[in-house]
């Protein structure tokens, strides 16, 4: 007999007790799904109710696609979850929190987007490997640990950065003053004389929200799709 | 008699009282102990002989140690999260890489799951837990507990499944069409629905699963 064991009954939840559009905990997320949601593929766990999942392609989803999308091209990596019910998302076991965009965008790292309202649209940005909501309406994104969010201007580590709202400025910036001369040029180039592995960030200015999670692993890019390879355009080859 | 702890979510702290006091664990999932324990390695899961074939036919391995002694013992695997599940008289089905330790008078052995298993890679059979006591099962990060009953069935993606107690009917569900042919997958194609009265234990992370590209 263990009766005098510490356990705390366990939350079980049901249905009608998932949160509404809210974590379950700091690692799944539910979506009281009444139409539809577009999310990456193989990130839902579980679901009550009648929920269809339909690869994107041609055919009836073909509307769909030309007002989310803009572009078939990375298509192939998400999903429409169609029906009604509680839906749980989750990815790897990372955090996940739901982000509200009002009239506004943000840019964020491929691997990082789950799933989205298909009231917002999502573009390829003209940074490589990044994604850009654009619109009103609710998204879903995963961090390894936590995400903080700053405000510019501010620098930040490349594998810290999860992405960023209505900010128009990133840009690199390297510590000049320590990469200068003769001495400087040995560090950078060997690591002799100790690189601190932060010469290089990115700087982000004027006005917005910076965010960023608790770690530099970086989750596992997602094909954002291919870009047309044209003068001017970044990115292709 | 033994005592679970949580010790924060992912080590697990079971007291002994020595004596005729054990606990089965998986096999390793030792990481500290104090006062005198001893470890005896179990062949074939710990359930007899006819266990031990059952478990080599079905490929439902599990390795298991007797921990017995007197102090406290603390076990953790890969940092998963752990949650207790405490059983009086019913079963739970867990997979067998998802069990920590359970209580020494809870029985273990194996059962037929259908479809489920082979769309998870995990073999057609799951290990089942059973009698009056504690069982520690593990999940990639905090297992979220569902409940199911009549006119509430659930369901649940295989490499997110980790283990469910209760009266429950199990379905394999699949969405496969054409468009899973034509490359147009979902990754959502195989589902487990589940049907009856119980709890289900979904872990917010997927195994790589055979179906999981789908």
Same mark, same amino acid.
């Given at each position: 007999?263990?009766?005098?064991?510490?356990?705390?009954?366990?939350?079980?939840?049901?249905?009608?007790?998932?949160?509404?559009?809210?974590?379950?905990?700091?690692?799944?997320?539910?979506?009281?799904?009444?139409?539809?949601?577009?999310?990456?593929?193989?990130?839902?766990?579980?679901?009550?109710?009648?929920?269809?999942?339909?690869?994107?392609?041609?055919? !009836?989803?073909?509307?769909?696609?030309? =007002?989310?999308?803009? @572009? #078939?091209? $990375?298509?192939? /990596?998400?999903?429409?979850?169609? +029906?009604?019910?509680?839906?749980?998302?989750?990815?790897?076991?990372?955090?996940?929190?739901?982000?509200?965009?009002?009239?506004?965008?943000?840019?964020?790292?491929?691997?990082?987007?789950?799933?989205?309202?298909?009231?917002?649209?999502?573009?390829?940005?003209?940074?490589?490997?990044?994604?850009?909501?654009?619109?009103?309406?609710?998204?879903?994104?995963?961090?390894?640990?936590?995400?903080?969010?700053?405000?510019?201007?501010?620098?930040?580590? !490349?594998?810290?950065?999860?992405?960023? =709202?209505?900010?128009? @400025? #990133?840009? $690199?910036?390297? /510590?000049?003053?320590?990469?200068? +001369?003769?001495?400087?040029?040995?560090?950078?180039?060997?690591?002799?004389?100790?690189?601190?592995?932060?010469?290089?960030?990115?700087?982000?200015?004027?006005?917005?929200?910076?965010?960023?999670?608790?770690?530099?692993?970086?989750?596992?890019?997602?094909?954002?799709?291919?870009?047309?390879?044209?003068?001017?355009?970044?990115?292709?080859? | 008699?033994?005592?679970?702890?949580?010790?924060?979510?992912?080590?697990?702290?079971?007291?002994?009282?020595?004596?005729?006091?054990?606990?089965?664990?998986?096999?390793?999932?030792?990481?500290?102990?104090?006062?005198?324990?001893?470890?005896?390695?179990?062949?074939?899961?710990?359930?007899?002989?006819?266990?031990?074939?059952?478990?080599?036919?079905?490929?439902?391995?599990?390795?298991?140690?007797?921990?017995?002694?007197?102090?406290?013992?603390?076990?953790?695997?890969?940092?998963?999260?752990?949650?207790?599940?405490?059983?009086?008289?019913?079963?739970?089905?867990?997979?067998?890489?998802?069990?920590?330790?359970?209580?020494?008078?809870?029985?273990?052995?194996?059962?037929?799951?259908?479809?489920?298993?082979?769309?998870q890679g995990n073999g057609l059979f799951t290990t089942t837990v059973e009698g009056t006591g504690l069982a520690a099962v593990l999940s990639d990060g905090p297992a979220v507990?569902?409940?199911?009953?009549?006119?509430?069935?659930?369901?649940?993606?295989?490499?997110?499944?980790?283990?469910?107690?209760?009266?429950?009917?199990?379905?394999?569900?699949?969405?496969?069409?054409?468009?899973?042919?034509?490359?147009?997958?979902?990754?959502?194609?195989?589902?487990?629905?589940?049907?009856?009265?119980?709890?289900?234990?979904?872990?917010?992370?997927?195994?790589?699963?055979?179906?999981?590209?789908?």
């Amino acid at each position: 007999m263990s009766g005098e064991s510490p356990v705390h009954e366990p939350v079980v939840f049901d249905a009608r007790t998932l949160p509404v559009n809210d974590n379950v905990n700091p690692y799944a997320f539910s979506v009281d799904l009444d139409g539809r949601w577009f999310l990456q593929k193989g990130k839902m766990i579980a679901y009550y109710g009648q929920i269809d999942f339909h690869g994107i392609g041609h055919g !009836p989803l073909d509307h769909l696609i030309a =007002a989310s999308f803009h @572009s #078939p091209l $990375h298509a192939a /990596d998400w999903v429409v979850a169609e +029906g009604k019910g509680r839906l749980l998302l989750a990815d790897r076991a990372f955090d996940v929190n739901s982000f509200d965009l009002d009239d506004g965008n943000l840019t964020v790292r491929s691997g990082n987007l789950l799933a989205f309202e298909p009231s917002l649209s999502l573009k390829q940005s003209i940074v490589p490997g990044f994604l850009t909501l654009i619109g009103t309406g609710k998204f879903i994104a995963a961090s390894n640990g936590e995400v903080h969010f700053m405000e510019p201007p501010v620098r930040v580590d !490349p594998q810290a950065l999860v992405g960023w =709202a209505d900010c128009p @400025s #990133p840009c $690199h910036h390297y /510590d000049h003053a320590y990469l200068q +001369g003769v001495l400087g040029g040995i560090r950078a180039m060997t690591g002799l004389g100790g690189a601190s592995g932060e010469e290089h960030q990115f700087d982000f200015v004027g006005q917005g929200t910076v965010l960023i999670q608790s770690t530099e692993m970086l989750l596992a890019e997602r094909n954002a799709g291919a870009v047309p390879d044209q003068a001017g355009v970044p990115g292709p080859g | 008699m033994a005592r679970f702890r949580l010790e924060g979510s992912k080590v697990l702290a079971v007291t002994l009282a020595g004596g005729g006091d054990v606990v089965k664990a998986k096999n390793g999932a030792m990481v500290a102990y104090d006062g005198e324990m001893t470890f005896k390695k179990l062949t074939g899961g710990g359930d007899g002989l006819r266990g031990m074939v059952t478990r080599r036919l079905t490929g439902e391995q599990m390795e298991v140690m007797q921990v017995k002694g007197q102090g406290t013992c603390f076990f953790a695997d890969r940092a998963s999260d752990i949650s207790l599940v405490r059983l009086n008289g019913e079963k739970l089905h867990v997979e067998a890489s998802n069990l920590l330790c359970t209580e020494g008078g809870l029985r273990t052995g194996t059962t037929f799951t259908g479809l489920r298993g082979a769309s998870q890679g995990n073999g057609l059979f799951t290990t089942t837990v059973e009698g009056t006591g504690l069982a520690a099962v593990l999940s990639d990060g905090p297992a979220v507990l569902l409940r199911v009953s009549s006119g509430m069935p659930l369901q649940v993606d295989p490499g997110a499944y980790v283990a469910h107690q209760g009266d429950l009917r199990q379905s394999f569900q699949s969405g496969v069409n054409f468009r899973t042919v034509l490359g147009e997958g979902s990754g959502e194609s195989f589902q487990v629905r589940f049907e009856g009265e119980g709890v289900v234990y979904v872990q917010p992370s997927e195994r790589n699963t055979l179906g999981g590209d789908l």
